[in-house]
């Protein structure tokens, strides 16, 4: 079969996947967690294969560093799969229940989305948390690794679709594609695909977008700023500065850009520019900042740049206004903070700021599924609509309304023969 | 300036937008009702320019029935807009509030989406709505009506953003266009322009949707199905079979297939078939119907098309499993009923049947933002993504994620010295 004809299959069958009970979705995840403990050595062993292949392919550590899937990511993607068994049932949830009328209801009920197709990196433990949230939020899922890890997707896959049809989930609820022309064919799926969400690189975030008419959730860059307020509290600032640049630079959101108020630039700058030297980052900053520490100079394109590395573009501000208008501007909607303890501050910059998250004296570093308390997520959106931010179970959820009648028409309320009354219960 | 330059400026000041409160936008619609009172001579003879070119240029009498714009429908609108005033505020709600450590508290609040392009077809009331709908959830909104009634539009936005602009709101927080070929131009703005919503033909919200990388909220057929369940009550399954067809023929959520369960065909279908002859409806049915009532032929492509016309398919179906399956396949997940007193089949159906609204025993016409108490709507969205079905208010807003920290850093729980305790509050 083509992938169009898997995809209209799963379509067919979503429904099957959507009815089934928390219990039984549950059941499955188990499933999946005893048999990824069971069958460990041959996972380490097709996994041990992508390394060898990659190494000497010369990938890069970072990459080698996801890549790799050994008893420390299985005990993590397992502890990962009791805790999405612990969290509750994401469908039938009741979002509004309302009386129209004294004999009509209203319910409007959450439920899943359908058939998702998602796209990630060689990442393997990824390839568990995706299939884990589709299984948990009874979504059917097309599911494409990054290359790098081809052998223990593989075998993780089979291992993950065989437990959970054994636990009752319904067959074809989930498959994999492998080669990357396969991703060409699923972006045809219009008719069966119903969200994609492509993980990875901006440019094929983009690419993405720009060729299907499927709706897409994903994120573009990640330009996260940090703003240093004139009322900071220095002691809380630097370590929250450092975090968020140096905790994990690869991701999207680490802090690339720092705005500090003119009045706190001369206190800040030179204690803070020795903590970064001291963690290897580079600063970049504009003529003002270059005043008071020695730096490398910032470009206009700085101020645009996801570096994802040990690069820190600083600018100075003359007040929170232009701070909020630069992260508007240059910033890509995604994570945001202002360091202040004066709280009408941090309500304007909260307020004014338009990003999927706005922080006040914490590390940017928070944006992320897990930390959030969804258990996982499958990726963070920088758009607007459906879900923003880390999307966990809830982003892969929609819902319907159900109207309980008794033989209720519409002339009536029209000719005014009757009257709604909508009464929220 | 273009139409891309002024999408920028206001997307430049959609954040002002955003901040108004409560009362500033109420005061703003108060403002606007009042106007459209106050100045209602001057709307009604542009309309009355608008009806007679359009009456010469030989507009059917349904589009000429919307365009018109006299004091029934300023009525009509004003009070919605009273009703609007007295919704409660759809920003600034708490979705969630989330304690991740003892100082680390995640708020999750709504928020406007920003930069709204409705593009809507001649009904000068739309314009009032849609205007109205966009203020009370802190959008800025670029209105383009359709052609007919471009006068009438243009008195209507004059008199409405100069009460908006005169009760507080900020400058540009709405322009108009007017020309067709403004259309290809807003479809370029997809850096300043957060969605689009096209009301309007099938074939119309199509070329929008493969013509912009603005994200589109819109709907494709209304083809809504009732499925009369052997279990039904046929004193009350008549009248809203006969209400889905016939209150309103022209419009997406009126019915266009009947499938019969084959156990109650011969009872129902020989009633029906009179009572939908009474009312002008010409009758289509397989080859199982006709054996049962005299009717023209349904073909394949019946079961395809959006009639809004007085025509019904009609099809005898096994069981409600087949009902489910035609509907899944032929239908446009919009709205479907089912006539049932059995909550089971009611249970079952409703969970099967993959739309945005499924019903029990009431009119499929019920469909609508006004219906389900929601003010008003801007359409009704048969995608699955951020809103479906009617969409009002809640559909218009996003939301943000707000951490307050005291100086927490990612590296504390990364390293074990400290453990997220995840409580919602």
């Known amino acids: 079969m083509t992938i169009k004809e898997q995809a ?15 219990e039984e979705r549950n059941r499955a995840l188990e499933g999946i967690r005893e048999a990824l403990l069971a069958h460990k050595e041959e996972i380490f062993k097709a996994n041990k294969e992508d390394m060898e292949r990659a ?60 058939v998702i197709g998602v796209i990630f990196e060689a990442r393997p433990d990824a390839m568990v948390q995706i299939a884990s949230l589709c299984i948990k939020s009874g979504n059917c899922a097309i599911l494409k690794g990054g290359s790098e890890a081809m052998k223990t997707n593989k075998k993780i896959f089979e291992i993950i679709y065989q437990a959970a049809a054994a636990a009752g989930m319904p067959e074809n609820c989930m498959f994999q594609i492998e080669a990357r022309s396969d ?28 060729h299907t008419k499927i709706a897409v959730m994903g994120h573009a860059d990640g330009i996260c700023h940090i703003y240093a307020d004139k009322t900071l509290d220095l002691d809380k ?21 720092l705005l500090v108020h003119k ?120 758009g607007k609509l459906h879900a923003r931010g880390p999307v966990g179970l809830e982003g892969l959820c929609t819902y319907k309304y159900k109207l309980f009648g008794n033989g209720n028409i519409v002339a009536d309320y029209a000719e005014g023969r009757k009257q709604f009354h909508f009464k929220d219960l």
């Open 8 to 22: 209209a299959v799963m379509k067919l069958n979503s429904t099957k996947m959507a009815v089934t009970t928390l």
């Open 55 to 114: 190494g000497k392919e010369g990938i890069a550590a970072p990459i080698l560093k996801r890549l790799k899937f050994q008893e420390e990511k299985l005990q993590e993607v397992t502890t990962g799969i009791l805790d999405l068994i612990g969290l509750p049932d994401p469908l039938g949830k009741e979002q509004m229940r309302r009386e129209l009328d004294r004999d009509l209801l209203l319910i409007r009920e959450s439920c899943p989305i359908g």
């Open 183 to 210: 991703i060409t064919e699923l972006l045809e799926c219009h008719e069966s695909v119903d969200l994609l969400i492509p993980r990875g690189s901006n440019e094929f975030v983009q690419y993405i977008m720009n």
């Open 237 to 257: 600032a630097i370590p929250v500065i450092l975090d968020s640049k140096t905790q994990y630079t690869a991701v999207c959101n680490a802090t690339e850009t």
């Open 263 to 382: 009045e706190i630039a001369g206190e800040l700058l030179p204690r803070l520019n020795e903590a970064l030297r001291a963690k290897n980052v580079e600063v970049r900053g504009t003529k003002e900042v270059r005043q008071i520490v020695e730096c490398e100079p910032a470009t206009e394109e700085d101020f645009s740049t996801e570096y994802l590395d040990l690069i820190l573009s600083v600018k100075i501000v003359e007040d929170i206004q232009e701070a909020v208008d630069h992260i508007n501007k240059y910033g890509s909607h995604h994570t945001d903070c202002i360091l202040t303890e004066d709280p009408k501050a941090a309500r304007l910059f909260m307020q004014y700021v338009d990003s999927a998250g706005v922080y006040q004296n914490c590390s940017t570093r928070f944006a992320d599924g897990y930390r959030y308390g969804f258990g996982a997520e499958v990726g963070i959106s920088t």
